[in-house]
Protein backbone atom coordinates (compact mmCIF):
# COMPACT_ATOMS: atom_id res chain seq x y z
CA UNK A 1 0.00 0.00 0.00
CA UNK A 2 2.96 2.17 0.39
CA UNK A 3 3.38 2.55 -3.22
CA UNK A 4 -0.30 3.30 -3.99
CA UNK A 5 0.15 6.24 -1.78
CA UNK A 6 2.02 7.84 -4.14
CA UNK A 7 -0.65 8.03 -6.61
CA UNK A 8 -3.64 8.07 -4.60
CA UNK A 9 -2.21 11.27 -2.39
CA UNK A 10 -1.07 13.18 -6.03
CA UNK A 11 -4.33 12.04 -7.90
CA UNK A 12 -6.12 13.27 -5.10
CA UNK A 13 -4.38 16.66 -4.77
CA UNK A 14 -4.99 16.98 -8.40
CA UNK A 15 -8.45 16.14 -8.34
CA UNK A 16 -8.91 19.12 -5.56
CA UNK A 17 -6.84 21.51 -7.53
CA UNK A 18 -8.82 20.90 -10.75
CA UNK A 19 -11.94 21.73 -9.31
CA UNK A 20 -10.86 24.81 -6.97
CA UNK A 21 -9.00 26.06 -10.54
CA UNK A 22 -11.71 25.37 -12.89
CA UNK A 23 -14.04 26.81 -10.01
CA UNK A 24 -11.66 29.94 -10.42
CA UNK A 25 -11.09 30.06 -14.07
CA UNK A 26 -14.61 31.33 -15.12
CA UNK A 27 -14.24 34.11 -11.92
CA UNK A 28 -10.70 35.03 -13.45
CA UNK A 29 -12.10 35.16 -17.18
CA UNK A 30 -14.87 37.44 -15.69
CA UNK A 31 -12.48 39.73 -14.17
CA UNK A 32 -10.09 39.58 -17.49
CA UNK A 33 -12.83 40.51 -19.45
CA UNK A 34 -13.78 43.20 -16.65
CA UNK A 35 -9.57 44.85 -16.53
CA UNK A 36 -9.75 44.50 -20.53
CA UNK A 37 -13.09 46.35 -20.69
CA UNK A 38 -11.41 48.58 -18.32
CA UNK A 39 -8.45 49.05 -20.12
CA UNK A 40 -10.42 50.01 -23.50
CA UNK A 41 -12.72 52.51 -21.52
CA UNK A 42 -9.16 53.59 -19.62
CA UNK A 43 -7.83 53.50 -23.34
CA UNK A 44 -10.26 55.17 -24.85
CA UNK A 45 -10.53 57.55 -22.06
CA UNK A 46 -7.10 58.37 -21.81
CA UNK A 47 -7.25 58.84 -26.06
CA UNK A 48 -10.24 60.79 -25.88
CA UNK A 49 -8.07 63.10 -23.46
CA UNK A 50 -5.28 62.88 -25.71
CA UNK A 51 -7.38 64.54 -28.57
CA UNK A 52 -8.91 66.77 -26.42
CA UNK A 53 -5.38 67.76 -25.16
CA UNK A 54 -3.96 67.65 -28.34
CA UNK A 55 -6.62 70.13 -29.47
CA UNK A 56 -6.07 72.51 -27.17
CA UNK A 57 -2.15 72.06 -27.60
CA UNK A 58 -3.18 73.38 -31.26
CA UNK A 59 -5.43 75.89 -30.28
CA UNK A 60 -3.01 77.16 -27.86
CA UNK A 61 0.09 76.75 -30.15
CA UNK A 62 -2.28 78.30 -33.41
CA UNK A 63 -3.12 81.18 -30.66
CA UNK A 64 0.45 81.69 -28.98
CA UNK A 65 1.49 81.54 -32.81
CA UNK A 66 -0.94 84.28 -34.27
CA UNK A 67 -0.09 86.30 -31.80
CA UNK A 68 3.87 85.63 -32.04
CA UNK A 69 3.40 86.59 -36.02
CA UNK A 70 1.15 89.52 -34.48
CA UNK A 71 4.12 90.95 -32.49
CA UNK A 72 6.39 90.14 -35.49
CA UNK A 73 4.48 92.21 -37.87
CA UNK A 74 4.26 94.71 -35.20
CA UNK A 75 8.31 94.58 -34.64
CA UNK A 76 8.82 94.73 -38.18
CA UNK A 77 6.59 97.75 -38.65
CA UNK A 78 8.34 99.34 -35.94
CA UNK A 79 11.35 98.31 -37.30
CA UNK A 80 10.64 99.76 -40.77
CA UNK A 81 9.27 102.91 -39.18
CA UNK A 82 12.27 103.15 -37.51
CA UNK A 83 14.61 102.77 -40.68
CA UNK A 84 12.67 105.25 -42.46
CA UNK A 85 13.10 107.79 -39.58
CA UNK A 86 16.86 107.34 -39.33
CA UNK A 87 16.97 107.27 -43.16
CA UNK A 88 15.10 110.68 -42.93
CA UNK A 89 17.62 112.21 -40.90
CA UNK A 90 20.37 111.09 -42.24
CA UNK A 91 19.01 112.71 -45.71
CA UNK A 92 18.38 115.73 -43.81
CA UNK A 93 21.69 115.43 -42.28
CA UNK A 94 23.03 115.13 -45.51
CA UNK A 95 21.52 117.84 -47.41
CA UNK A 96 22.38 120.25 -44.56
CA UNK A 97 25.93 119.33 -44.45
CA UNK A 98 26.00 119.58 -48.48
CA UNK A 99 24.30 122.56 -47.98
CA UNK A 100 27.07 123.22 -45.66
CA UNK A 101 29.86 122.22 -47.89
CA UNK A 102 28.44 124.27 -50.37
CA UNK A 103 27.99 127.61 -48.69
CA UNK A 104 31.95 127.03 -47.36
CA UNK A 105 32.89 126.14 -50.69
CA UNK A 106 31.57 129.84 -51.70
CA UNK A 107 33.48 130.89 -49.07
CA UNK A 108 36.08 129.55 -49.88
CA UNK A 109 35.91 130.46 -53.18
CA UNK A 110 34.95 133.92 -52.66
CA UNK A 111 38.10 134.64 -49.70
CA UNK A 112 40.79 132.65 -52.53
CA UNK A 113 39.22 135.51 -55.21
CA UNK A 114 39.50 138.37 -52.67
CA UNK A 115 43.44 136.64 -51.53
CA UNK A 116 44.09 136.75 -55.16
CA UNK A 117 42.95 140.06 -55.77
CA UNK A 118 44.99 141.54 -52.74
CA UNK A 119 47.90 139.60 -53.69
CA UNK A 120 48.22 141.58 -56.99
CA UNK A 121 47.31 144.15 -55.07
CA UNK A 122 50.27 143.43 -52.54
CA UNK A 123 52.45 142.71 -55.85
CA UNK A 124 51.40 146.10 -57.49
CA UNK A 125 51.95 147.89 -54.56
CA UNK A 126 55.43 146.62 -53.85
CA UNK A 127 55.85 147.34 -57.61
CA UNK A 128 54.89 150.36 -56.94
CA UNK A 129 56.98 150.96 -53.83
CA UNK A 130 59.96 149.69 -55.61
CA UNK A 131 59.29 151.87 -58.33
CA UNK A 132 59.15 154.98 -56.05
CA UNK A 133 62.36 153.38 -54.30
CA UNK A 134 64.32 153.03 -57.86
CA UNK A 135 63.05 156.85 -59.02
CA UNK A 136 64.32 157.72 -55.04
CA UNK A 137 67.70 156.04 -55.25
CA UNK A 138 67.62 157.72 -59.29
CA UNK A 139 67.24 161.06 -58.33
CA UNK A 140 69.79 160.72 -55.45
CA UNK A 141 72.41 159.61 -57.68
CA UNK A 142 71.31 162.45 -59.92
CA UNK A 143 71.57 164.76 -57.21
CA UNK A 144 75.10 162.97 -56.34
CA UNK A 145 76.03 163.33 -59.99
CA UNK A 146 75.04 167.32 -60.05
CA UNK A 147 76.76 167.98 -57.33
CA UNK A 148 79.97 166.09 -57.99
CA UNK A 149 80.14 168.32 -61.05
CA UNK A 150 78.94 171.31 -59.33
CA UNK A 151 82.18 170.88 -57.75
CA UNK A 152 83.91 169.80 -60.11
CA UNK A 153 83.10 172.77 -62.55
CA UNK A 154 83.32 174.97 -59.28
CA UNK A 155 87.09 173.32 -59.31
CA UNK A 156 87.39 174.15 -63.23
CA UNK A 157 85.96 177.76 -62.45
CA UNK A 158 88.54 177.97 -59.35
CA UNK A 159 91.84 176.86 -61.48
CA UNK A 160 90.52 178.85 -64.47
CA UNK A 161 90.33 181.76 -62.51
CA UNK A 162 93.27 180.99 -60.62
CA UNK A 163 95.24 180.72 -63.39
CA UNK A 164 93.63 183.98 -65.08
CA UNK A 165 95.47 187.11 -65.09
CA UNK A 166 92.57 189.04 -64.24
CA UNK A 167 92.52 187.40 -60.74
CA UNK A 168 95.99 188.06 -59.60
CA UNK A 169 96.57 191.52 -58.12
CA UNK A 170 99.31 193.49 -60.49
CA UNK A 171 102.19 193.45 -59.15
CA UNK A 172 103.07 196.93 -57.10
CA UNK A 173 106.24 198.21 -58.24
CA UNK A 174 108.61 198.74 -56.04
CA UNK A 175 108.93 201.91 -54.28
CA UNK A 176 111.06 204.87 -55.34
CA UNK A 177 114.45 205.40 -54.21
CA UNK A 178 114.50 208.18 -52.55
CA UNK A 179 116.25 211.40 -52.78
CA UNK A 180 118.46 212.20 -50.17
Known amino acids: MKKWMYLIFPGVMLGMFLVVYFSHVEETHAKEKAIAIKIAQDKADAEAKKKSAE ?8 KRQD ?3 AADAKAAQE ?7 DDKKVQDATAEYTAKGNTATKQVSEQEAELDRLR ?3 D ?11 KVELARIARRNAELEIQRMTEMIVRRASDSSLTRPPVIPPPP ?3 K
Open 120 to 122: KEK
Open 79 to 85: KIAKQAA
Open 177 to 179: PAK
Open 67 to 69: ERD
Open 55 to 62: SKAREDAK
Open 124 to 134: KTSREAFDLAK
